[in-house]
């Protein structure tokens, strides 16, 4: 077997062994709980952002997603990887396979990049499915579909930025809490931030997901994918030279 495809599979093993892939299904289900509570005004929420009661249920739900969720999930899912290794000493033994520390780094990348790919699949099914359930798509269930699909795939690139600089900090950070307390940090600056930043939100890993949503160019969402390969490729070096103990 190719030694990169063992890795990806070796991790994949260990992952289910965290909440990682339960926190996959979890993150969207609080999303579309908390987007429930706009129904009851959903007809002023749509006459104020001049949408289809639909796309207006859809897009405060994709805001709410965006916004807190996906950041918060991003960052457990990034620093539960980590502490695979980190909490049970095993980068000792993991570092003296024979197997490259690139390859280990990608492995771990490519399966929280994965994670976050469910994640993203899990909302569309649930946010449909809510949309169904309260009449709001009767008629235009393909158009909310491609709606959906197309925001889904712009906060699904931004976030590979979030994921991949968070991935790099749980690396680097041995301390659980260090690594959460980054995420958090930065998550509540980005919130708060948020009316302030402007054109500088499309630039912060911690806001890109929110800025995604606006409309974006080809350009910018080509940039997401360059910046999410590039930090990867910086955190597989951090790896290489990384001292264990």
């Not at 965290?18 to 999303?31: E, Q, R």
């Not at 000792?92 to 197997?99: D, E, G, I, R």
């Not at 990608?106 to 899990?122: D, R, Y």
Request: contains cysteine; aromatic residues 8%.
């Amino acid at each position: 077997m190719n030694p990169m495809i063992a890795c990806v599979l070796a991790e994949h093993a260990k992952l289910k062994r965290t909440l990682g892939p339960a926190l996959a299904i979890a993150a969207p289900a609080c999303a579309v709980l908390l987007s429930l509570f706009v129904l009851a005004n959903l007809d002023a929420l749509a006459a104020s952002k001049g949408m289809p009661r639909w796309q207006a249920y859809l897009d405060t739900l994709l805001r709410i997603w965006a916004s807190f969720l996906l950041p918060i999930m991003a960052t457990l899912q990034a620093v539960l990887i980590a502490q695979l290794e980190h909490a049970n000493r095993q980068w000792k033994y993991l570092l003296a396979l024979p197997v490259s520390r690139t390859g280990l780094y990608a492995a771990k990348s490519v399966n929280l990049f994965g994670l976050l790919l469910l994640a993203h699949v899990v909302l569309g099914l649930f946010a449909l499915a809510a949309c169904v359930a309260f009449g709001l798509v009767p008629g235009v269930l393909g158009e909310a579909a491609a709606f959906l699909g197309r925001q889904l795939g712009a906060t699904f690139a931004a976030a590979l930025v979030l994921a991949s600089v968070q991935l790099l900090v749980s690396i680097r950070l041995e301390s659980f809490v260090g690594a959460i307390g980054v995420g958090l940090v930065a998550t509540l600056v980005a919130l708060l931030g948020a009316g302030t930043m402007g054109q500088a939100a499309g630039y912060f890993p911690w806001s890109m997901p929110i800025h995604a949503l606006q409309p974006t160019s080809a350009a910018w969402l080509a940039g997401t994918l360059l910046a999410a390969t590039g930090i990867t490729a910086l955190g597989a070096q951090v790896l290489r030279r990384m001292q264990v103990r």
